[in-house]
C-alpha cells in the first residue's frame, strides 16, 4: 500500500497569506496526485488532478506541483472561505488507492 | 447538476449486513465508473471500492474484501454497496463518488453527502 504522509497537521495562516501544503509519497505515484477540500459537514471537493490541473470551477489561487513523491499545495492569498482540511489522494495503484491523513488550514 | 443521493445507512449490529444505494442525476451515468469512500466519525478518508461503468473492473480496498460487494445498475442510475459481517471499525459516513473516467481511474470528481452507518450492539 502506498502510503501518503501529509505535512503539516495543521497550519494557522491569515487571510490573504499564501498557504504551503505537503504530501509525500512512499513510493512514486508519478503525477497521480490529487487534491480535495472538505469543509465541516460537506462531502469533498476535488481540486486539483494529476498533481497540477484545477478541477471545473477552482480558482487560480489554487495550486498543485510536483511529481514522484513529492507534492504541494499552493494557495495563493487566502481567502476566508479556504480555511478547511485538504487531503491529497493517489490513484497509482489500482485497486488501493489512498489518501493522506489531511492537514488543517486554519485561521490564525 | 450533478447529483449522487445515498440511502441505506442505519444503525446494525456487529455480523449483519446493511445495503447502501447512490441514485445518480445530472450526467449519463452509464458513461463512468464510480466509488465508494468512506470517512470514520473525526478521521480521514477511506477508499473503500470501485466499479467501471460496464461492471468489468471491481475493486476493493483490502480492509472490506471478502465482505462488501459492490454493483451498478446502469438501467435505474443507480450504484450500491453489499455490506456483510459488519464490524464495529466499518462505522463511518459513506459517500458515494463518481470517476472522471468510464474506467475505473480514481479521480472523484463528483461526491454525494453520504449516508452513515453505525455498527454496534
Known amino acids: 500500500e502506498i502510503v501518503l504522509t501529509q505535512s503539516p497537521a495543521t497550519l494557522s495562516l491569515s487571510p490573504g497569506e499564501r498557504a504551503t501544503l505537503s504530501c509525500r509519497a512512499s513510493?512514486?505515484?508519478?503525477?497521480?496526485l490529487a487534491w480535495y477540500q472538505q469543509k465541516p459537514g460537506q462531502a469533498p471537493r476535488l481540486l486539483i488532478y494529476?498533481?497540477?490541473n484545477r478541477a471545473t470551477g477552482i480558482p487560480a489561487r489554487f495550486s498543485g506541483s510536483g511529481s514522484g513523491t513529492d507534492f504541494t499545495l499552493t494557495i495563493s492569498s487566502l481567502e476566508p472561505e479556504d480555511f478547511a482540511v485538504y487531503y491529497c489522494?493517489?490513484?497509482?495503484?489500482?485497486?488501493?488507492?489512498?489518501f493522506g491523513q489531511g492537514t488543517k488550514l486554519e485561521i490564525k | 447538476e450533478v447529483q449522487l443521493v445515498e440511502s441505506g445507512g442505519g444503525l446494525v449490529q456487529p455480523g449483519r449486513s446493511l445495503r447502501l444505494s447512490c441514485a445518480a442525476s445530472?450526467?449519463?451515468?452509464?458513461?463512468?465508473?464510480m466509488h465508494w469512500v468512506r470517512q470514520a466519525p473525526g478521521k480521514g478518508l477511506e477508499w473503500v471500492s470501485g466499479?467501471?461503468?460496464?461492471?468489468?473492473?471491481?475493486g476493493y480496498a483490502d480492509s472490506v474484501k471478502g465482505r462488501f460487494t459492490i454493483s451498478r445498475d446502469n438501467a435505474k442510475n443507480s450504484l450500491y454497496l453489499q455490506m456483510n459481517s459488519l464490524r464495529a471499525e466499518d462505522t463511518a459516513l459513506y459517500y458515494c463518488a463518481k470517476d472522471a473516467e468510464d474506467a475505473v481511474a480514481g479521480r472523484f470528481d463528483y461526491w454525494g453527502q453520504g449516508t452513515l452507518v453505525t455498527v454496534s450492539s
Open positions: 513510493q512514486s505515484v508519478s503525477s497521480y
Open positions: 489522494q493517489q490513484r497509482s495503484n489500482w485497486p488501493r488507492y489512498t
Open positions: 445530472g450526467f449519463t451515468f452509464d458513461d463512468y465508473a
Open positions: 466499479i467501471s461503468w460496464n461492471s468489468g473492473s471491481i
Open positions: 494529476d498533481a497540477s
